[in-house]
């Protein structure tokens, strides 16, 4: 129930137009036909986005619920219950990884291990495209689309984020201009170091 309550919450709200912005900067840097994994891809609207546009794309979650929504909703499109901090997927799988609104549940004690992860995973020169949410600090808090439900969340500042991928060289960040459900949030694009 919850997964179709974010869906709905989600699904028209003003960041839509903001996301697929953002959705377009990260296809115009791959190649034709990419191969993308969508981190945490939710209701799996990101997914059936890229796969509109040409990308070969997988939807991943760790919520079965999120990934049964997915599967209804856009049935042509390929979802899996996974965990993003570890993946069933050889490595050099991807040219890209999306995490939209995903790894901002990631606590910081478990951000290099998930990144290693997607390190792993994509091609050499491959794109980490994510968001973050901009403040500090990490906790247990009712905030964003589902404020009722306390979930945990992570916040990073633009500079703190430079120091803490190491795996990972950031060539564009891109802070939004308008709060979502109550926070800032920025996108950040970074290549595979090898
Ligand atoms: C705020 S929602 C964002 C969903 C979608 N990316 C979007 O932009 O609408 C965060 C999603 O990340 C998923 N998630 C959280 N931790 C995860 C993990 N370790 N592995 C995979 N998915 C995770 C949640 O289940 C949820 O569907």
């Not at 990419?34 to 070969?56: E, F, Q, S």
């Not at 808090?141 to 979930?151: D, I, L, Q, T």
């Amino acid at each position: 129930m919850m997964a179709e309550e974010y869906a709905r919450r989600t699904r028209r709200g003003g960041d839509r137009a903001y996301c697929e912005r953002m959705l377009e900067i990260t296809l115009g840097i791959l190649p034709p036909r990419p191969r993308v994994i969508d981190m945490g891809c939710g209701d799996g609207r990101d997914t059936a986005y890229l796969g509109a546009r040409g990308a070969d794309v997988v939807g991943i979650d760790l919520s079965w619920e999120m990934v049964r929504l997915a599967r209804t909703s856009y049935p042509k499109m390929s979802f899996l219950q996974m965990d993003l901090r570890k993946t069933l997927f050889p490595d050099e799988s991807f040219h890209c990884a999306w995490a939209s609104a995903s790894i901002i549940h990631i606590p910081l004690s478990q951000f290099n291990d998930m990144e290693r992860e997607v390190h792993r995973i994509l091609v050499p020169d491959g794109i980490f495209a994510f968001s973050f949410k901009l403040g500090e600090g990490e906790g247990f808090e009712k905030s964003g689309a589902m404020k009722e439900h306390p979930r945990y969340f992570t916040y990073h500042t633009v500079r703190g984020m430079g120091d803490l991928l190491k795996k990972f060289r950031i060539v564009r960040i891109e802070t939004c201009t308008e709060k979502v459900f109550g926070s800032s949030f920025a996108y950040c694009w970074a290549v595979k170091k090898v």
